[in-house]
């Protein structure tokens, strides 16, 4: 079946940075795109970009634009999310979701909090 | 920027009970609209894609309508599994975005 299994939790200082993992398996990692989604402790989601990742190709959402840097290995089916210049209300659960070219989230991955704390 | 404004932000009710959950776009989103029911501690899980197209292995008690601006979820019969968090998604333009969810509590 369709996976995606993110890596463990984290702790970080503020100004580190933090790179969550999303491995997929149960499809062509490369038929799909990739998004990366937060959630802070009880918040709403918010959206942060998308890989594509049979080109390497990114989009990011314009808040996170200098800070984020989303990459991926085929090799391994594996999508990358890096967050730098941690503050701490960058303190939430990160999700990847899948999606075809356009459109809805499915599946998520279980989530990876991190929290950024000094 | 499309805003995703959902209301009730909370609504309680029983089991067996009829409920609807609306969600507004700031502007035109034809049917590009999801949605997700979120349990505490887990990730959303996808229920509604295109406005009103159900997603494979959810219960039929479950439905959306809606377009252009103006969205529904409808659950039928409420079952003890339906209390969770909803959010609704709009997937027209970027950044997407998602309402801020509607907690639905045991009356």
């Known amino acids: 079946q369709v996976q995606l299994v993110q890596s463990g939790a984290e702790v970080k200082k503020p100004g580190a940075s933090v790179k969550v993992s999303c491995k997929a398996s149960?499809?062509?990692?490369?038929?799909?795109?990739m998004h990366w989604v937060r959630q802070a402790p009880g918040q709403g989601l918010e959206w942060m970009g998308w890989i594509k990742p049979n080109s390497g190709d990114t989009k990011y959402a314009e808040k996170f634009q200098g800070r984020v840097t989303m990459t991926r290995d085929t090799s391994i089916s594996t999508a990358y999310m890096e967050l730098s210049r941690l503050r701490s209300d960058d303190t939430a659960v990160y999700f990847c979701a899948r999606t075809p070219a356009v459109g809805w989230f499915d599946p998520w991955g279980q989530g990876t909090l991190v929290t950024v704390s000094s | 920027d499309i805003q995703m404004t959902q209301s009730p932000s909370t609504l309680s009710a029983s089991v067996g009970d009829r409920v609807t959950i609306t969600c507004r776009a700031s502007?035109?989103?034809?049917?590009?609209l999801a949605w997700y029911q979120q349990k505490p501690g887990k990730a959303p899980k996808l229920l509604i894609y295109k406005a009103s197209s159900l997603e494979s292995g959810v219960p039929a008690r479950f439905s959306g309508s809606g377009s252009g601006t103006e969205f529904t979820l409808t659950i039928s019969s409420l079952q003890p599994d339906d209390f969770a968090t909803y959010y609704c998604q709009q997937y027209h333009s970027y950044p997407y975005s998602f309402g801020q969810g509607t907690k639905l509590e045991i009356k």
């Open positions: 149960g499809y062509t990692f490369t038929g799909y795109f």
């Open positions: 502007q035109s989103i034809s049917s590009w």
